[in-house]
Structures are given as structure tokens and as C-alpha cells.
């Protein structure tokens, strides 16, 4: 069975600290990992990583994927008010009918001002 | 707003009715996907379709669930005689379906109470 864990389920944090995010995962036919934030709403995307060593960043948040020791981090630096969510990771897999989603538990993250 | 939309955002209904919920997926999408998220825990898949076919469902997709894409657009996911574990969050995505970078987007849910 198709496995993926967040570590950890919750963090509290001060405006301006830097925050990392952990997602390890045990499946078949991997194709891609994505983070996702969710706030009171629909999961928004944040980043989709194929390969392993290649940091994709956006703003104050990065990603990296290493696909030998089967895990990715989220990294926020300088966390605001506004980065308060749950952040999610999802790994798809799938051969022929590839897309299906797992998710892991979510991280709830809290910044406080 | 040109997003994944999802109706109604939420739904109180007693134990034994039926519901429906409707997703009106990103308007080039081929690909649609249902999930199911209850409190403290990620979504986890129900099944989805690609234009009208259903090309994947959930054991978790009991009997009394259906869902359908009749024309390739939107699609409805029905729940028959409702329990109260029935109760959680319905999430709809909806995606390009490049082999390449297939993105799901979601739309807001629509939140199930079974009472």
C-alpha cells in the first residue's frame, strides 16, 4: 500500500523564524511529488518535483526531492502571519492511469506575529 | 472566477438520505478527480475520470457511492442511504492530464454532515 508521512504534524513559530517541512514516502510507479497549502479552502499548489537535487523556490519557500532516500523538504524562510496552514505533500503515482494522489497527513503550521 | 467550482460548499443531511454534490472542473481539464478529506488528515482518493470515462475508483468507494462524468465536464458524485462515517469534506480536482506535469488543481469542497 501506497504510503506517505509529514513530519511534523504541527509547528509553532514566531514571524521571521525559517521552518522545515519533512515528507517521506513508500510507493509504486512513482511519477511526481507536490506540496500543496490549504488554508480554510481548496488545497492551492505550490511546487511539483520529478528529479532528485533540483530545488525549486518561489518566493521565500523551496523545495528538494531525493528520490534515493525517498523524501522531500519544504523550507519557508522569514515566515509571516500568512504562512499560518496546513501544508500537504502528495506523492502521484500510476503507470498507464497515472494521476492518482496520496497524501500525507498535513502539517499544521502556525506563525505567530 | 475561472477555478474549479464545487456545489453546494456544504450539506447537512440526516442518516439514510441520499446526496449529491457537483464539481465543475477547469474549463481545457480532461482529467477530474474526487477525494475525501476528514478532520486531521490529508485527502485520500476516491476515484476520477478522464473526459467521461471512469478510469479509476477507490476500494474506499463503497456500493452506495457513484459518481459520473456524463459529457466529459462536469461530474456528480452521489452518496446513497448516508452514514454518519459519510461525514467529511469532498474535494474535486481537476488536471491537464500531461504525462508530463499533471497538476491537479482543487476546488473548495463541499463539507458533508450526516447527523
Known amino acids: 500500500e501506497d504510503k506517505v508521512v509529514q513530519s511534523p504534524l504541527s509547528l509553532v513559530v514566531h514571524e521571521g523564524d525559517t521552518v522545515t517541512l519533512n515528507c517521506s514516502y513508500e510507493?509504486?510507479?512513482?511519477?511526481?511529488l507536490l506540496w500543496y497549502k490549504q488554508e480554510k479552502k481548496a488545497p492551492t499548489f505550490l511546487f511539483m518535483l520529478?528529479?532528485?537535487?533540483i530545488e525549486k523556490k518561489s518566493g521565500r519557500l523551496s523545495s528538494i526531492l531525493d528520490k534515493k532516500e525517498l523524501f522531500s523538504i519544504l523550507n519557508i524562510t522569514a515566515t509571516q502571519t500568512g504562512d499560518s496552514a496546513i501544508y500537504l505533500c502528495a506523492v502521484e503515482t500510476g503507470g498507464t492511469s497515472y494521476g492518482k494522489l496520496t497524501f500525507g497527513q498535513g502539517t499544521i503550521l502556525t506563525v505567530h506575529p | 472566477d475561472t477555478g474549479v467550482s464545487q456545489n453546494p460548499r456544504h450539506k447537512i443531511t440526516k442518516r439514510g438520505q441520499n446526496v449529491t454534490f457537483r464539481c465543475d472542473p477547469i474549463?481545457?481539464?480532461?482529467?477530474l478527480y474526487w477525494y475525501r478529506q476528514t478532520l486531521g488528515q490529508g485527502p485520500e482518493f476516491l476515484t476520477y475520470f478522464q473526459n467521461e470515462a471512469q478510469l479509476e475508483k477507490s476500494r474506499l468507494l463503497s456500493d452506495r457511492f457513484s459518481a459520473e462524468r456524463p459529457k466529459g465536464s462536469f461530474s456528480t458524485l452521489e452518496i446513497q442511504r448516508t452514514e454518519q462515517g459519510d461525514s467529511a469534506m469532498y474535494l474535486c480536482?481537476?488536471?491537464?492530464?500531461?504525462?508530463?506535469?499533471?497538476?491537479?488543481?482543487f476546488g473548495a469542497g463541499t463539507r458533508l454532515s450526516v447527523l
Open positions: 480536482a481537476s488536471s491537464l492530464g500531461d504525462r508530463a506535469k499533471n497538476i491537479q488543481y
Open positions: 510507493v509504486t510507479n512513482f511519477r511526481s
Open positions: 474549463s481545457e481539464h480532461n482529467r
Open positions: 520529478t528529479s532528485s537535487g
